[in-house]
């Protein structure tokens, strides 16, 4: 066995991913010039995925494969569909909008 245990890694891996999605929001609203529609649908889409991954992995490791399908299902898909819309409501590459 490791130096941590399943848990210990997802929290991990959560706190990396957290920062990593922050930093992302940072850089659609300095470089792309996202308006705050997006910018709230890219919070509650990384909020939705986080959760959706702590959930699953957390199932998996009670040894509940079903619950672990059905939080991606539940809480990964609507993650997507907010992403997807966040994107499309971004304005062009090179275009900043203040």
Sequence with gaps: MGVFSGIETLFFILGALTTLGIQGIVYLKKV???GNQSLVLSGISLFLFLFALAWSVSSVLENEHQAANMGLLFFGL???LLAGMAWK???PAGKKTT
Excluded: F, S, W
């Design 32 to 34: 792309r010039g996202a």
């Design 78 to 80: 609507p993650a997507v």
């Design 89 to 91: 409501k971004l304005p």
